[in-house]
């Protein structure tokens, strides 16, 4: 029996000297939403990357539900990148298109939904949306699918407090219990209240996993405060 | 899912291509209609002119205008090329490569679609732009003594079957061989061409930085080495035909030679780097 998401002894060097992540060895398991947290440089974005197959380990494995990362796993894994890869001149619709021709997992009917609520109008073209919106965008892509594993990278960063709000509800709602979350990003404070589990990483290594829970019981106060004071400058 | 990919890939390309096409042939029926025009005519019928510098300006027009509309062709072939090489660096390996590569598909797939797509653009390219010169070069004919397309064609084949018969005559050799070699090369080339042009900005991935910049001068230098493998194995065959015994049909032979040489190292060129490529992006990806 395999855990949901295995990495044994994963390292990922750029020349002979540095380790964007450093044997990392770590197994996480269904139906928890995971904060994956760590200063600039820490190697959170190199560890997603390579679930995600945009980037090979130099060494190590990374196994989803026993399986290497490659066409199947993709089918399974929803992944929200920290930048726009949307071609600039493709309407949404033809996006929504694309999606729907690639994941069998992808609901175009949630899709719109999220887009009417949003007031995206799926006729406007990439290129003419604001940098928030193009977020949304592909926020909405990536939570229509109802994969096994989201995995999404700073998904919070470019947009407004009140599309924060949504966008946090979106991913409440749109996931199912059996899948789990591995969320990225700075802004613990506005996250929190929806971790089951954290994953501390500095320098590429893992330094801490504990649930949300365990972290404010032992240490008497929230994640975003541990954090701050785990990673004092 | 190999189907959906080339579906897409058409769809993405078909515009700029699309495009391409429409402006080669509204440039042509601009072309066309000035051979049929009463100025082409009047340029044709010098006894009734006044001035005798209008025949000899209308020539110098001519080749002129026949000499843009063809670099024009070129260009918007080449142009062509370039527009399919950015595609691909684009999709493959900046931004827009976080979808293609999460694509639950496999990287041989995604390749094939990129080269088939590109390599099958390329001959649309190249026979619609045969055709347009095809098509002007008739009707200037045509125009110039007054007879029809068709009698021009009939006359045109005459010619081609006495030229032949005297091939044959004087040398004894067909002429099927060079034909069919330069068929092949005219439907292998396009795919061959878009083969080592991706595969060498695919190249370009081996570098830490100025991924793009180190792909165009690993297709320049890949290029030159097609060059200099070509020559040397055409002066290995020349050579070899030289040393024997030399009869009439010594240069047509050599010209096949040539075309089978050219059309071998980039047929060779185009499997290895496809395959390199494959093994780049399942094994060696690591976009920034």
């Known amino acids: 029996m395999y855990d949901f998401l295995e990495l044994s002894n994963v390292t990922k060097s750029y020349g002979y000297n540095i380790n964007a992540v450093d044997q990392l060895s770590i197994s996480l398991p269904k139906g928890k939403i995971i904060g994956l947290l760590g200063p600039n440089g820490s190697g959170k974005t190199t560890l997603i990357k390579m679930i995600n197959g945009i980037l090979r380990p130099t060494s190590g494995e990374i196994l989803l539900s026993g399986e290497k990362i490659g066409p199947e796993t993709k089918a399974r894994i929803s992944y929200l990148p920290d930048r726009t890869y949307l071609t600039p001149g493709d309407n949404i619709n033809a996006v929504l298109d694309y999606f729907e021709d690639f994941y069998e997992d992808f609901s175009r009917e949630t899709a719109m939904k999220m887009l009417e609520d949003l007031r995206i109008d799926p006729r406007a073209k990439m290129k003419t949306l604001s940098k928030g919106n193009k977020e949304k965008v592909q926020l909405i892509l990536v939570m229509s699918r109802r994969a096994e594993l989201y995995v999404l990278d700073e998904p919070i960063a470019g947009v407004d407090p009140a599309a924060r709000d949504y966008i946090l509800r979106t991913i409440l709602n749109n996931y199912h219990q059996d899948a789990s979350i591995l969320i990225s990003t700075h802004l613990i404070s506005d996250i929190e209240q929806i971790l089951d589990e954290v994953l501390f990483m500095r320098q590429g290594k893992l330094i801490l996993y504990s649930s949300a829970a365990a972290i404010r019981e032992q240490q008497g106060k929230s994640v975003d405060a541990y954090f701050r004071e785990v990673f004092a400058c | 899912m190999l189907g959906k990919l080339f579906k897409h890939e058409f769809q993405r390309t078909s515009k700029v291509g699309g495009l391409l096409l429409i402006i080669a042939a509204c440039v042509t029926i601009l072309g066309a209609i000035y051979l049929v025009s009463p100025l082409f005519h009047g340029m044709l019928a010098p006894d009734d002119m006044r001035n005798p510098m209008i025949p000899i300006v209308g020539a110098i027009l001519g080749f002129l205008g026949l000499l843009s509309y063809s670099g024009m062709l070129i260009g918007l072939s080449v142009g062509f090329m370039i527009y399919l090489g ?151 065959m020349t050579v070899g035909r030289m040393s024997g015994e030399i009869d009439a049909g010594i240069s047509l032979s050599l010209a096949n030679d040539k075309y089978f040489t050219t059309l071998l190292v980039s047929v060779l060129f185009a499997v290895i780097l496809f395959v390199w490529s494959i093994h780049v992006v399942r094994d060696r990806l690591n976009l920034e």
């Open chain 2, 86 to 236: 950015f595609r691909f660096y684009k999709s493959m390996y900046s931004d827009e490569g976080y979808l293609t590569h999460t694509l639950p598909v496999k990287s041989s797939d995604i390749l094939i679609a990129k080269v088939v797509t590109g390599g099958v653009w390329m001959l649309i390219m190249t026979i619609a732009m045969t055709l347009m010169v095809a098509f002007l070069m008739l009707l200037g004919f045509a125009e110039v003594r007054g007879v029809s397309i068709g009698t021009i064609i009939t006359s045109i084949k005459d010619t081609l079957e006495i030229f032949f018969g005297y091939i044959k005559e004087f040398t004894g050799m067909k002429l099927t061989s060079s034909g069919i070699m330069l068929l092949l090369m005219f439907f292998i080339t396009p795919f061959a061409n878009i083969s080592i042009l991706y595969g060498a900005i695919t190249l370009g991935q081996y570098s830490w930085k100025n991924k793009g910049l180190m792909g165009i001068i690993a297709y320049l230098g890949i290029r030159m080495l097609m060059s200099i493998v070509s020559g040397i194995l055409n002066l290995g």
